[in-house]
């Protein structure tokens, strides 16, 4: 069982940067942790996946080059630095742990944080 908490989010201004972090509650070891994200009337989508000993990551085209994501085992963390932020990436943000890819190519995960907002504003 891990439990996890997201901080972080807020409402910026187009082109501006936030940084999401997470913090897992139980043991993370083995697991791919990640950044999901799902914006009213859409469903929720991968974003960003950092397998355990972070030497492979996933990013979804839509954040490719803006977003980056990093985790410190040691200290049971994950965050994700979000730069030149747009509109479309207004969303409420999960951090994730136990991530999995389907045959599909849909990003999916077995842990669920409580989310937090991020509003981008033009």
């Known amino acids: 069982m891990v439990d996890l908490v997201e901080s972080g989010g807020g409402s910026v201004q187009t082109g501006e940067s936030l940084r999401l972090s997470c913090t897992a509650f139980?043991?993370?070891?083995?697991?791919?942790m990640g950044w999901f994200r799902q914006a009213p009337g859409k469903p929720r989508e991968g974003v960003a996946v950092?397998?355990?000993?972070?030497?492979?990551?996933y990013y979804a085209d839509s954040v490719e080059g803006r977003f980056f994501i990093t985790r410190d085992n040691a200290m049971n963390t994950l965050s994700l630095q979000m730069n030149s932020l747009k509109p479309e990436d207004t969303a409420m943000y999960y951090c994730?742990?136990?991530?999995?890819?389907?045959?599909?190519?849909?990003?999916?995960?077995?842990?669920w944080g409580q989310g937090t907002q991020v509003t981008v504003t033009s």
């Open positions: 994730a742990a136990g991530c999995f890819e389907t045959d599909r190519g849909v990003w999916g995960s077995n842990y």
């Open positions: 950092i397998y355990n000993g972070g030497e492979s990551t």
């Open positions: 139980g043991s993370t070891f083995g697991l791919a």
